[in-house]
């Protein structure tokens, strides 16, 4: 882990973010969310509640998802983040997740949809063919205030089906 302190509280911090090396220079309390955001650029990590209640600013590092708004970018340094940015393939097709909420219409303002894409692609990820109980357990910690979460749970089961088909 990388976080050799600099000037005056401030630590130089090495992250590897949708698999590109950034190094940034934060205030030993700056929250991972606002690095991605205000550092980094990648706005589309949200901040709802800054309580990890939402889900809203969900990532994943080292391919677990975790609220971005509790965990300090110091303690990030040297692992692999990846965000809503990160998810789409190198050529910029969607993943089998993203494709699955838009074919289902598992969202509606959007706002809470990062942190559900990257909670449910680490789920299918260690869960590729899940029970309607198993999705909703899944999504639990994620809030939507638009949806209902019906389309969601359908969105799930559409990119499980997805990435069968793609591992065929």
């Known amino acids: 882990m ?3 302190e600099t000037h005056a509280g401030t630590h130089a911090v090495t992250l ?3 698999g ?3 190094e940034v220079t934060v205030p030993a309390r700056r929250l991972l969310s606002d690095c991605l ?3 980094l650029g990648l706005t589309g990590t949200h901040v709802g509640c800054e309580h990890g209640v ?3 600013c969900t990532v994943l590092l080292d391919g677990e998802p975790v609220r971005s708004c509790l965990t300090f970018a110091v303690t990030a340094g040297g692992h692999d983040i990846t965000t809503v940015e990160g998810l789409a393939g190198d050529d910029g097709e969607m ?4 494709r699955g909420f838009a ?3 598992g969202l509606q303002c959007g706002f809470c949809t990062p942190g559900f894409l990257c909670t449910v692609t680490a789920f299918l990820r260690d869960n590729p063919a899940p029970a309607d109980d198993e999705v909703v357990e899944a999504i639990s910690g994620n809030l939507c205030r638009c949806t209902g979460y019906q389309n969601i749970v359908k969105a799930v089961h559409r990119a499980a089906e997805i990435q ?3 591992a065929r």
Do not use: K, L, P, W
Not at 95 to 98: D, F, G, L, P, Y
């Open 2 to 4: 990388t976080h050799a």
């Open 16 to 18: 590897t973010v949708n």
């Open 20 to 22: 590109i090396v950034r």
């Open 37 to 39: 955001r205000h550092d």
């Open 54 to 56: 939402c889900g809203a």
């Open 95 to 98: 993943s089998a997740v993203q």
């Open 103 to 105: 074919e289902c219409h």
């Open 164 to 166: 069968a088909e793609e």
